[in-house]
């Protein structure tokens, strides 16, 4: 991304706010998808529970027997395999109907293009026997959950719906109602208004009951899908630094480009003409010393721009007012040349690392210069802190609002840019305003 004002992305609508239902949650959850999709979650997870566990008893049962001969080892590496395509279905599942958010385990990633180097990269692969332990453990929970799940369903149902089996016993059944107990002399049965509004009241409450218990029931799959069948955080981490990795290295090239389109475009273009006009000038020398005088004055000029566009140049990579005094000098001097007022507040007790405390400057002024552009504000404040091992920095505008970072705008760049070093944005900006950008970096001290 080229250091470059990043945009606002509009000031229509910020977006849509969440449509408030007048019914409450308890009454909402019996009839809501999620609900009835984490109960064909629970049904569902018996029966698949049950293959997975076979397979995986079986195959882990062969193999293990087996290892005395040479085909134990291809028959547990085969047994793996299966249980992390099994695994990959779990997770599927678990996206579908419980709506996590899941990645794949790494692939397997063999030494060598050859079976047993495929059988070596399986066997030291953890993603494999963390799936096969799943294979293990989920069948006992996955019994409880559907047996629990099902009958406090069908109780609830069942029960809230009773008056309308009570007008059916009778008529067609010959029955006297629900019978609660009978010892082949007498019974009680559930024949009267008063017992019939009990029962569907109790109905209610267990239908009501029934999505959060079986929400608290599929928790516990959530932990296990999470735990087992996930990669591990060593592997999304090391994921998450080779995604960074490559936005580092995309930065830093749309950084050179820029560079070297702002030098050719600006002060080469300044410095060729600038050796143009003292050739002329040493030509009209000694002809007309009035006009060589003229042009040596306009060639004088010419240097001053350049120089300040280098200055320029320079002040937005990583200026000297910063390597000498600091980030408090600096955004200072950013905040002067803003087309609004801008209130600086830096409370650091010492300066933190100096990588970070360039990111930290460019994000500030980043964000004054789209204030500049953008924002018609008439008034701004940066303030910047530390919290714990975090640097934060806080930049605040009463103008039009409606800053997102969709779309591919400036915003979402610097976004990218922060999370290539572990750093977070966010941003507050409503329609109308005020807006206000947060950001969090992470904290490193200096090095004396």
Not at 64 to 93: D, I, N, S
Not at 170 to 176: E, N, S, T, V
Request: a neutral charge.
């Amino acid at each position: 991304m080229a250091m470059q004002g990043v945009g606002y992305g509009g000031y229509g609508e910020y977006g849509e706010t969440e449509r408030r239902h007048r019914v409450p949650a308890a009454l909402r959850a019996p009839f809501e998808g999620r609900s009835w999709r984490e109960f064909g979650y629970v049904l569902l997870s018996l029966p698949i529970s049950i293959v997975f566990f076979s397979y995986t008893v079986m195959m882990l049962s062969v193999g293990v027997g087996l290892l005395v001969t040479f085909l134990g080892v291809p028959l547990l590496a085969a047994a793996l395999a299966g249980c992390r395509g099994l695994g990959a279905l779990e997770r599927a599942r678990a996206r579908g109907l419980l709506g996590m958010e899941i990645g794949d385990p790494a692939p397997l990633r063999p030494r060598k293009r050859t079976l047993m180097g495929w059988v070596g990269a399986v066997l030291k692969d953890g993603a494999s026997w963390r799936h096969a332990l799943y294979g293990l453990l989920h069948l006992p929970w996955a019994t409880f959950s559907f047996c629990v799940s099902l009958t406090v369903w069908a109780t609830g149902w069942s029960m809230l719906t009773y008056p309308l089996w009570f007008w059916v016993f009778p008529m067609y059944a010959g029955q006297d109602g629900l019978q609660l107990y009978g010892d082949g002399t007498h019974g009680i049965y559930l024949d009267n208004p008063f017992e019939i509004t009990v029962t569907a009241l109790v109905g209610l409450l267990f239908t009501m009951a029934t999505p959060w218990i079986v929400r608290a029931l599929t928790m516990v799959d959530r932990g296990l899908v999470h735990g087992l069948l996930s990669p591990s955080r060593l592997a999304s981490r090391v994921v998450e630094l080779e995604s960074d990795r490559g936005v580092v290295v995309d930065t830093a090239a749309a950084d050179l480009r820029r560079i070297e389109r702002d030098l050719h475009d600006g002060a080469q273009a300044r410095l060729v003409n600038l050796a143009m006009g003292l050739g002329l000038a040493k030509e009209k020398l000694r002809e007309d010393p009035q006009e060589a005088a003229r042009m040596v004055s306009e060639a004088h000029g010419e240097v001053k721009t350049a120089l300040q566009e280098l200055r320029d140049l320079a002040r937005g990579i990583h200026p000297a007012v910063l390597t000498d005094r600091g980030l408090d000098a600096a955004l200072s001097s950013v905040a002067s040349r803003c087309t609004v007022p801008v209130s600086v507040d830096v409370d650091l007790v010492e300066r933190p690392a100096p990588a970070i405390e360039g990111i930290a400057y460019f994000t500030v002024s980043e964000l004054l210069q789209n204030i500049s552009k953008h924002s018609r504000a008439t008034m701004a404040s940066v303030d910047v802190w530390r919290v714990d091992d975090r640097l934060m920095l806080q930049v605040v505008d009463n103008g039009v609002g409606g800053a997102d970072t969709s779309g591919g705008s400036g915003l979402a760049g610097l976004a990218g840019r922060l999370d290539a070093v572990d750093g977070i944005l966010v941003v507050d900006s409503p329609a109308g305003g005020p807006t206000r950008v947060t950001a969090e970096l992470p904290w490193r001290a200096e090095r004396i």
